[in-house]
């Protein structure tokens, strides 16, 4: 492997991993949930309601999850700043506007297709706010890494 390609590699998954780690962490503070919640409700994208009665296993399935998801956002963003070399010029603006990308993907796209509970989820301006700002903070780490 050519030092490039482990320079990219290493920062696909340094990015990847380090931004969906914190992310399951800022999920669990936002929401006052454990962290044992929160990867529950990530596997329900995939197990559905059934994720909350099924332990630890759909913790691990969870946060596999989690860490697969975070790994292709991180290698999108990566392998597109080779292309466009603007994103790794302006990491802070640049993976803050990325991070509202993944924040809209995410709700319009990811969660209804996916069989995420529970569907519908009362909306309230703080959290939308505290959840913007967390996936900004994602796109950030994904962008100077």
């Given at each position: 492997m050519s030092r490039a390609a482990?320079?990219?590699?290493t920062a696909?998954?340094?990015g990847g991993l380090v931004a969906?780690?914190?992310?399951?962490?800022?999920?669990?503070?936002?929401n006052h949930l454990r962290v044992g919640v929160i990867l529950r409700a990530i596997a329900s994208g995939l197990l559905g309601r059934a994720s909350f009665s099924e332990g630890q296993r759909s913790m691990v399935i969870g946060l596999a999850l989690q860490e697969l998801m975070s790994l292709v956002i991180a290698a999108i963003y990566i392998l597109?700043?080779?292309?466009?070399?603007?994103?790794?010029?302006?990491?802070?603006?640049?993976?803050?506007?990325?991070?509202?990308g993944i924040l809209l993907v995410?709700?319009?796209?990811?969660?209804?297709?996916s069989a995420a509970w529970p569907k519908h989820r009362p909306i309230h301006l703080e959290a939308v706010l505290l959840n913007l700002a967390a996936m900004i903070l994602f796109g950030v780490i994904v962008a100077v890494s």
């Open positions: 482990a320079r990219i590699l696909i998954v340094l969906g780690t914190v992310d399951i962490f800022v999920a669990a503070a936002i597109a700043s080779i292309r466009l070399p603007l994103l790794r010029r302006r990491p802070l603006a640049l993976g803050a506007l990325y991070g509202v995410m709700n319009f796209v990811v969660v209804p297709l």
